[in-house]
């Protein structure tokens, strides 16, 4: 371990220096005076600083006093955890309290005494070589801590996304679905549901392959995802070759509005499907909207929006159809989702 000595007289700093070489301290460093010493710690003239493990200071010296010396270690940031040793011919109460004061670790009295000199010397090295590997270990946690933190985050992401589409999955769509509807019945205000189906897609997968498939697929879900943008808006995979968007504060009206452009959009993609009577990849969307009441659940809600999809394709594809029967009256063919849920955090909304 590196240890400075600073003290003004030759015969002091070369009688320690040699003291301590003797008992095996091989990287031993001096310095004149105080401002030799701190140029030598913090770098001076674009120099970067040396790295030392002690400091033995006398405490009497022109220009910077050990004191100060101290004091100024004790000030820099990445110098602080040096103990400082100072050396007094005076160990009156006041210069030890100035001394301490300033972030000295311990006093030798001068002339220094060998083997008390030794014992204080291994102590301060004792305490650094502690303060040292307490710091390893605190770097090491704070890593070991951000490591663990990318990695959660990187499961959540996993957890909640379509690996294909990167929108999010239909197990993250019933959770915000679940939450949409609680919150709607709350505020007392509209939701709305759109049921999105990739027109003819599995004539396209036969003709372009599966591999373009998934790219086709990539690409819409861009653009769905890209036109959703507003807050409370989110589209997600539901399975297959479906997405569904959910549109909070949205009416039954504007809900048609936001399919018709999802769908122009696709359409004019111009990804080409030959197997389709348009000539190009489009989708067909159902819509439906209400005001959830309390105690009720979103099941009835994705039941017209599916009843409206089976509308849209029944009735030639590529276009957008509002459900606008009675959702009570409706057979319910989804499995029904409770409203009780804990809310998600905000960072999974979009």
Request: glycine content about 8%; hydrophobic content about 45%.
């Amino acid at each position: 371990m590196a240890i400075l000595i600073v003290d003004d007289q030759q015969d002091v700093r070369e009688s320690l220096r040699f003291l301590l070489e003797a008992q095996g301290y091989s990287d031993v460093r001096t310095a004149g005076c105080g401002r030799d010493a701190l140029d030598l710690l913090h770098g001076a003239n674009g120099t970067p600083g040396t790295t030392v493990d002690l400091v033995i200071t006398d405490v009497s010296m022109p220009g910077l006093s050990g004191i100060e010396v101290c004091q100024e270690i004790k000030a820099i940031p990445h110098l602080r955890d040096i103990p400082v040793l100072v050396i007094t011919g005076r160990a009156d109460d006041a210069v030890l309290e100035r001394a301490f004061a300033a972030g000295a670790h311990d006093f030798i009295p001068k002339p220094a005494d060998p083997p008390e000199l030794l014992a204080r010397v291994r102590s301060a090295l004792n305490l650094k070589h502690e303060l040292d590997q307490r710091k390893a270990r605190e770097r090491e946690l704070v890593e070991v801590t951000d490591r663990l933190r990318r990695l959660n985050d990187e499961l959540r992401r996993v957890a909640i996304l379509d690996e294909l589409t990167a929108v999010p999955n239909r197990r993250f769509f019933n959770l915000l679905l679940r939450q949409e509807w609680a919150r709607a019945a709350r505020e007392v205000h509209p939701l709305s549901l759109l049921l999105i189906d990739v027109d003819l897609f599995k004539g396209y997968n036969d003709r372009y392959g599966h591999p373009a498939g998934d790219a086709c697929l990539a690409r819409i879900a861009g653009t769905l995802n890209t036109l959703a943008r507003r807050p409370g808006d989110a589209v997600a995979r539901y399975g297959g070759e479906e997405f569904a968007a959910l549109l909070a504060h949205t009416s039954a009206r504007g809900a048609a509005t936001v399919g018709e452009a999802l769908r122009t959009a696709v359409e004019g993609l111009n990804l080409e499907h030959t197997g389709s009577p348009f000539g190009r990849v489009t989708i067909s969307a159902g819509v439906a909207a209400t005001v959830p009441d309390r105690g009720s659940a979103p099941d009835r809600l994705l039941a017209a929006a599916d009843n409206a999809l089976y509308e849209a394709k029944s009735a030639g594809r590529n276009r957008v159809v509002v459900f606008e029967g009675c959702m009570d009256a409706l057979p319910v063919a989804f499995t029904p989702i409770p409203v009780d849920v804990t809310p998600l955090p905000d960072t999974l909304h979009r």
